[in-house]
């Protein structure tokens, strides 16, 4: 009974090849944000992507590419970090759950600057599409909003 145990656990983590392709994509998606690049963002969002925030309206990938874009369009700087927690696979599912850490430098009116940060514990659900690994969906587990270092309503 044991090595048929071992054999099940074995088969819900990834192959190192899938693991390294997903993991280069977030990479991707750290570099989008911190070089404003909504196109390299764009290329990871699968078509029907979705993100669900509790309490609020799933957004689909076009609000969430717009929602990108108009923060570049405030943002002086910006940098988003991934810590990934987990990677399992469910059927032809990859399941991530990690932390996201984003800073940001947003110019406010008369030349004065606002710091925006946010955690949020997240899990994506990626699915191939084309041959290529992107996220289906992202759901928002918890949520902590600062500016200026003071926590936002709502978190």
Known sequence: ???ALVVILVALQPSPGVRKAILARYASIERA???KNGLALDAVLAPDYVAVHRGSPNRNREDVLRSFVAL???AV???????ITKITVQGKNVQVSFQSKLHAVLLGTGSRTHSLDVVADEQDTWRQYGGSWKIAK?????????R???VQAGN
């Open 77 to 83: 700087t910006e940098r988003l970090v991934d810590r």
């Open 72 to 74: 570049g369009h405030q």
């Open 1 to 3: 009974m044991y090595p």
């Open 138 to 146: 992202t759901v928002f587990n918890g949520f902590t909003g600062k």
């Open 33 to 35: 944000f911190e070089n």
């Open 148 to 150: 200026d270092g003071v």
